[in-house]
T-cell receptor, first 113, second 110 residues
Framework: DSGVTQTPKHLITATGQRVTLRCSPR?????VYWYQQSLDQGLQFLIQ???????AKGNILERFSAQQFPDLHSELNLSSLELGDSALYFC????????????FGPGTRLTVL | AQSVTQLDSQVPVFEEAPVELRCNYS??????LFWYVQYPNQGLQLLLK??????LVKGINGFEAEFNKSQTSFHLRKPSVHISDTAEYFC????????FGTGTKLQVIP
C-alpha cells in the first residue's frame, strides 16, 4: 500500500460526458502528479501540482483540467469525453520535487462508451 | 527536451537466469534517472534511482542499475530472476517533470 488513494476505481461513462477523478496523496507529500496509461500511448505525464500551485505540465489536453485543494487532495476533471480517453489514470505523490520518489495510487480505470 | 528509450518491449527469461533491461536517455540538463516496476493491476513502484554519486545503484528486490554518462544509458540488471519478478518495468528521466519510457515487460519462465 503506497498510501495514495484514488477514487473511484472504475468509471464507465458515455462520449461527451464529464467526469472527476479524485486523489489523496500520502500524508506529508506536497506534490501530486497525474498520469494517463493506455495501450497505444503508454504512460503519459499530464500535470503536477505542488502545494496548490501548478508546477509542471505535460501532454494534458485542453478538455482536461486539474486542481489541488488546500488539504492537498487533487482532482482531475475530464470533459467532452471521447472514446480515446479510455485509459487508466494514475495519481502519484512525492514529498516536494520531481526528483523525489513518487508513490503511485492504484489508478482509476475510465471506460468511455 | 528529455526522452527515454526502452528498446525491448518484451524480455522473456528463464527463472534463475540473469536479466538486463535496457534504457537510454537524452537530457539537456542534469540527469536524474529512475526505474519503476508495475505488477499486474497495480500502480508503479520505485525500484531504484540515480541522483548523483556512485554510478552503480542498488535497489529493492535484488535489482541494480548502472549510470553510464558516455553511453547515456541506465540499464537495469538482476543476477537471478524469480517468477515474482514478472512485471512491466519503466525507466524514467526527470528534470522539472518526469518522462517515462514505453516500458519493458519481463516474463519469467519457470
Amino acid at each position: 500500500d503506497s498510501g495514495v488513494t484514488q477514487t473511484p476505481k472504475h468509471l464507465i461513462t458515455a462520449t461527451g460526458q464529464r467526469v472527476t477523478l479524485r486523489c489523496s496523496p500520502r500524508s506529508g507529500d506536497l506534490s501530486v502528479y497525474w498520469y494517463q496509461q493506455s495501450l497505444d500511448q503508454g504512460l503519459q505525464f499530464l500535470i503536477q501540482y505542488y502545494n496548490g500551485e501548478e508546477r509542471a505540465k505535460g501532454n494534458i489536453l485542453e478538455r482536461f483540467s486539474a486542481q489541488q485543494f488546500p488539504d492537498l487532495h487533487s482532482e482531475l476533471n475530464l470533459s467532452s469525453l471521447e472514446l480515446g480517453d479510455s485509459a487508466l489514470y494514475f495519481c502519484a505523490s512525492s514529498a516536494s520535487t520531481s526528483i523525489d520518489t513518487q508513490y503511485f495510487g492504484p489508478g482509476t480505470r475510465l471506460t468511455v462508451l | 527536451a528529455q526522452s527515454v528509450t526502452q528498446l525491448d518491449s518484451q524480455v522473456p527469461v528463464f527463472e534463475e537466469a540473469p536479466v538486463e533491461l535496457r534504457c537510454n536517455y537524452s537530457s539537456s540538463v542534469s540527469v536524474y534517472l529512475f526505474w519503476y516496476v508495475q505488477y499486474p493491476n497495480q500502480g508503479l513502484q520505485l525500484l531504484l534511482k540515480y541522483l548523483s554519486g556512485s554510478t552503480l545503484v542498488k535497489g529493492i528486490n535484488g535489482f541494480e542499475a548502472e549510470f553510464n554518462k558516455s553511453q547515456t544509458s541506465f540499464h537495469l540488471r538482476k543476477p537471478s530472476v524469480h517468477i515474482s519478478d514478472t512485471a512491466e518495468y519503466f525507466c524514467a528521466v526527470s528534470d522539472q517533470k518526469v518522462t517515462f519510457g514505453t516500458g519493458t515487460k519481463l516474463q519469467v519462465i519457470p
